[in-house]
């Protein structure tokens, strides 16, 4: 087979500043080691996340000048709306700036003290929004997903058993809703299977309980069913999002992931009495509701964007590019969540640095030493992510320990890919030196943003 190549030419760029190690380990110690506090042009390979990152294409830009600004009824609204109706075939479509404020007004009007929101794995602002309702949430992931180092073509599936003890433990009337992460970002962009979405319904149906898709990577799971499940090799990635979308009473989406745009988007639902309350919402809180929190421009972006991220040849490339730098790390030794996910490689953070122990942020170690070797800027999805307390303050860590390399689209090439694995592999070989770390400052909620920590 020949090499896959990047679908597209490169029009117009922006420099990289390099920066030398011995600057990187000041500016981390300014940071309070926490590279979220980190200035961007202090970073050589940026992959702490594929959120508004994407590079956007001449039609897009050119729909920028395009947009159209009317306050009510714009035209790029009509087009936008259109873009995700042929998708997801939902009846109300309501734009909003981001994917969190799409689930802020989805949980404000459906959460609340005493109400349950079952997940194969919330996101972080999906918990935290349902967590600020005072509801609770749960992951349900299946078993399979919890074992980094199993390989499974949809390791991101509900556990649809567990899902219906937990509807009769809890009580139907208390679950507004059940939601479906595609793909599953925090469980390390595993894809789900149309069969997982299709018996997930059943279970929601045979309660009465709506299902709602977190769809901001549906294009990149509708590629992996393609390629994975079978029946599916020959159907187009539209029809295969379409049929995904057909399960789901509705969906909150991030057009920063699979709408190849910097900022924007939307819920959307077919129920006419919850579109109405969350409507009146967002007149409160983001804008009229055929603009949302977003500009005109920023609509007609997104309609292209989601026309783009359905080419398949895009689609191969992407989900190549990443299996790319998986195989590269693995040949290595690298331990990492296998097989590598659509959007991002995690690395096995417990199996990394097994002699720093989870209270000391292994995963955030390891995103440290990354930073001073390489200037490669990632995340930790562990302890400092998912962590909580406690009634005597001691640390309760999630199930995996993990440091997201997150790929933006359409903006590296294969020889920056090549550099990167180059330094997660020498990281690698020096494992042994890598220290762990504490925390010196917390924020009470999302904590991983604003942290601050000292080297022990
Ligand atoms: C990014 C993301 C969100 C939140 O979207 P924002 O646009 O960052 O607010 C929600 N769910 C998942 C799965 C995400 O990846």
Known sequence: MKTIIEPFKIKSVEPIRFTTKEERVEILEQAGYNPFMIRAEDVIIDLLTDSGTSAMSAKQWAGIMDGDESYAGARSFFRFESAVRKITGMKYIIPTHQGRAAEKILFSITGGEGKFFPSNTHFDTTRANIEFSKAEAYDLLNEVGKHPEIRADFKGNMDTEALERFIIEKGRENIPLCMITVTNNSGGGQPVSMQNIRETKAVCKKYGIPLFLDACRFAENAYFIKKREKGYADKPVLEIAREMFSY????????????????GGFLAMNDDNLAMLCRNLLIVTEGFPTYGGLAGRDLEAIAQGLEEIMDENYLQYRIRSVEYLGE?????????????GGHAIYLDAKRFLPNVPQEQFPGQSIVCELYVEGGIRTVEIGSLMFGKYDAQGKLIPPPMELVRLAIPRRVYTQSHIDYVSEIVIDVYKNRECLKGYRLTYEAPMLRHFTARFEKL
């Open 248 to 263: 789901a009473d509705g969906c909150t989406m991030s057009a920063k992931k699979d709408a190849l745009v910097n900022i």
């Open 328 to 340: 590269k790390l693995l040949a290595a030794g690298v331990p990492i969540i296998e097989p590598p």
